[in-house]
């Protein structure tokens, strides 16, 4: 079955203290791997999409990679205004559904 | 450009009844998506349209829940006899194909008493 997982949970940082999200995902053949950004009561909001391994997509402090298992969202000198969740979800060859992980909740300290 | 519209964003409704939310997508967008997301979780899949056809749907989804895409436009999703359970935000989305980002409204959040 296709699934996402994404590690850490949470995460805590410093402002200006760089870090990396996980995503590892198990996908029968991948159409695309998603980021997206979520603030509370909202609705996600589209970051980058990845589609084959060794892609690289960047915005700003924000840079996505790709492998044939795991994608990384890697923060480069973050600011408290970078402060939210991060979900990651991958597109199935067949069928239309995205698949969602769970989410890493960033908080950045000024 | 108005983006993807939801009604209401708040319904708090009573144990056993009928809630019905509405989602207006992005006019141009043929493919729609609902989804439910409760705390500290990611958005979980419902439901797929494309036009007005409705393509896939969860297996996890109760016989209590039922959408609509009518003349492939807006979209309602109905929960008959509501449980404490269905308490989530309930997220709308829109592309214009299959392999694109999907566009979210901000939802609506039901509480069920």
């Known amino acids: 079955e296709d699934q996402v997982t994404q590690s850490p949970e949470a995460l805590r940082l410093q402002e200006g203290e760089s870090s990396s999200l996980n995503c590892s995902y198990t996908v029968s053949g991948l159409r695309g791997l998603f980021w997206y950004r979520q603030d509370p009561g909202k609705g996600p909001e589209f970051l980058f999409t990845?589609?084959?391994a060794g892609e690289e997509k960047e915005k700003e402090r924000l840079k996505a990679t790709l492998t044939k298992k795991e994608s990384f969202l890697h923060i480069t000198a973050p600011k408290p205004e970078d402060s939210a969740t991060y979900l990651c979800?991958?597109?199935?060859?067949?069928?239309?559904?995205?698949?969602f992980g769970a989410g890493t909740r960033l908080f950045v300290k000024a | 450009d108005t983006g993807v519209s939801q009604n209401p964003r708040h319904k708090i409704t009573k144990r056993g009844q009928n809630v019905t939310f509405r989602c207006d997508p992005i006019?141009?967008?043929?493919?729609l998506y609902w989804y439910r997301q409760t705390l500290g979780q990611g958005p979980e899949f419902l439901t797929y349209?494309?036009?007005?056809?409705?393509?896939?749907k969860s297996r996890l989804l109760s016989d209590r829940f039922s959408a609509e895409r009518p003349k492939g436009s807006f979209s309602t999703l109905e929960i008959q006899r509501t449980e404490q359970g269905d308490s989530a935000m309930y997220l709308c989305a829109s592309s214009p194909t299959v392999n694109e980002k999907l566009f979210f409204g901000s939802g609506t959040q039901l509480s069920v008493l």
């Open positions: 979800a991958v597109q199935a060859n067949r069928g239309f559904k995205t698949i």
């Open positions: 349209f494309q036009n007005e056809a409705q393509l896939e």
């Open positions: 990845l589609y084959s």
């Open positions: 006019s141009e967008h043929n493919r």
